[in-house]
């Protein structure tokens, strides 16, 4: 089996954390590299981290880029009142050694698609969508090569996670999110609608703590700091593993269920910025741009990031 090559750009967060882990354990993916962005937290917090979960399971093989360090048209919001000042509060892990590549994430992004055959490359968007939508303006040569953008953002039942209106990762870049929706890349949305399924409980958690690895108790630890946000933001036992969906999709598309539809993006409401005006019940012309997930086999996906969490 040819693994599936994919660059992972990322503002690790601790469910980033968990998505780059999901990856690296999953033999069925290439990571080619990461790109940070801003985002949960700055840049250079961002690109450190990324770098620090890399070390966590000896990939220092890997090559970590900083991208894009503020939105395309606005000022950076992040979000440390969720994941800490750090970004990946939970557990101490040491500053990294291995280095920062020297070339710009959004460099690396346009000379990897250029450099492998058409359709080779998947992205997958952790974040806010500065880096691949600066990708996108500056060589636009590189959007018909991309396989396929499997992104987590957005929302429609669900709504907002920061506005009332807007999910974060959208709404810290709409701009940059317009430019992608619009790019005419296939794409597959994992909103706050799928991920919100998805929820921690003291089971799931322990059963990685249990696992006895550096790994296993690192998601553990990470869980447990960022849940707290959410439990007490709805009154939900756990917290949605946001980012690792969109590696899940990869590795186990029967597990999601979604729609293909028009999603546009917000940039001008004055109560609406960053929303994602999906079309789900097919009531506008316009054409479908994005398949929209709605749904998600929760313990289908925590038996699969179980089982490949302890591989590490």
């Not at 990571?31 to 840049?43: F, H, K, R, S, W």
């Not at 503020?70 to 557990?91: F, Y």
């Not at 998947?122 to 090569?145: K, M, S, V, Y």
């Not at 987590?152 to 009332?164: D, I, K, L």
Request: a negative charge.
């Amino acid at each position: 089996m040819t693994a599936r090559k994919i660059i992972i750009d990322t503002d690790p967060g601790q469910d980033d954390a968990v998505a780059i882990l999901l990856a690296l354990a999953s033999p069925e993916l290439e990571v080619l590299g990461i790109t940070a962005v801003a985002g949960n937290v700055p840049l250079p917090l961002t690109a450190k981290n990324a770098r620090m979960i890399c070390e966590l399971v000896g990939r220092t093989d890997l090559r970590v880029f900083a991208g894009c360090d503020r939105p395309l048209a606005r000022d950076l919001v992040t979000a440390e009142n969720v994941h800490g000042k750090s970004g990946l509060d939970g557990i101490a892990l040491p500053d990294p050694q291995m280095s920062l590549d020297p070339q710009h994430g959004v460099d690396f992004i346009i000379e990897t698609l250029r450099e492998h055959p058409e359709g080779a490359v998947t992205l997958c968007p952790l974040g806010p969508l500065t880096n691949i939508a600066t990708a996108f303006q500056r060589a636009p040569d590189i959007i018909p090569r991309v396989a396929e953008i499997v992104l987590m953002g957005g929302a429609y039942f669900e709504v907002g996670n920061v506005t009332p209106a807007a999910e974060f990762n959208i709404y810290v870049d709409p701009e940059a999110a317009d430019i992608v929706f619009k790019s005419g890349a296939p794409i597959v949305v994992l909103p706050l609608d799928a991920t919100h399924k998805v929820l921690t409980n003291r089971a799931r958690i322990e059963a990685f703590r249990a696992l006895g690895t550096r790994p296993g108790h690192a998601v553990a630890s990470w869980t447990d700091f960022f849940e707290r946000y959410d439990m007490a933001k709805y009154g939900t036992e756990g917290a949605p593993l946001h980012d690792p969906c969109v590696i899940a999709y990869l590795l186990r598309p029967d597990l999601f269920k979604g729609r293909h539809i028009n999603v546009e993006i917000e940039t001008e409401g004055r109560f609406t910025r960053g929303m994602t005006v999906a079309d789900w019940w097919g009531v506008t012309d316009r054409a479908a741009n994005a398949m929209f997930i709605g749904d998600v086999d929760a313990a289908g996906f925590y038996a699969l990031l179980s089982e490949r969490i302890a591989r590490l």
